[in-house]
């Protein structure tokens, strides 16, 4: 199963703190993760700040089309680094 992520909320630096479907939570420090064409206007903190939950994936998602893996995020939440 595909892990859903139902809540985020900005917590600090690049740093959120997800709410999965199944009821696990936890913060993710995303810092060492904004990298690439993608990510790295994300490095920008406001941009940064801008996720939303895309509808149909479940997961982090930002304007400029960058998301990131419901997998990573769990196994981030899972085993903290």
């Not at 985020?8 to 993760?33: C, I, N, W």
């Not at 996720?51 to 998301?67: Q, R, S, V, Y």
Request: with cysteine; proline share 7%.
């Amino acid at each position: 199963m595909i892990p859903k992520v139902i809540a985020a909320k900005y917590r600090q630096d690049y740093t959120v703190h997800v709410l999965f479907s199944d009821g696990t939570e936890g913060d993710v420090d995303m810092s060492q993760e904004l990298y690439g064409e993608m990510f790295t206007p994300l490095k920008e903190r406001d941009n940064f700040k801008k996720f939303t939950i895309h509808p149909e994936f479940h997961t982090l998602c930002w304007p400029n089309g960058a998301d990131i893996a419901p997998e990573f995020l769990y196994e981030k939440v899972k085993i903290p680094a």
